[in-house]
């Protein structure tokens, strides 16, 4: 299925994506089991806080933590 997507900057913070009624009736369908969270206070302070490192590039890959866990060369079952 080909996807056409619109994406039109109105204002500095609001945005305007325009899809067509079937890919939005497929993301209503998907929503429903998706849940939503709301965060705690804590919650929101260490996302924001690894958002932050993120954008600084200071961040590991999975294969750097694998090998500073030691796990690198484990066999795989």
């Known amino acids: 299925m080909n996807t ?3 994406f039109k900057k109105i ?3 609001k945005d305007i994506i325009r899809v ?3 890919e ?3 993301l209503l369908e998907k929503q429903r089991f998706i ?4 965060l705690t206070f804590s919650e929101k302070k260490a996302l ?3 958002r932050r490192e993120m954008a ?3 961040y590991l890959t999975l294969d750097e933590l694998k090998n500073e866990l030691g796990t ?3 066999k795989k079952r």
């Open 56 to 58: 600084k590039g200071d």
């Open 72 to 74: 690198a060369n484990l």
């Open 11 to 13: 204002s500095k913070n």
């Open 35 to 38: 849940p939503v969270v709301n």
């Open 20 to 22: 067509s009624r079937q």
């Open 48 to 50: 924001e806080k690894a």
């Open 4 to 6: 056409a997507v619109e």
């Open 24 to 26: 939005y009736e497929a």
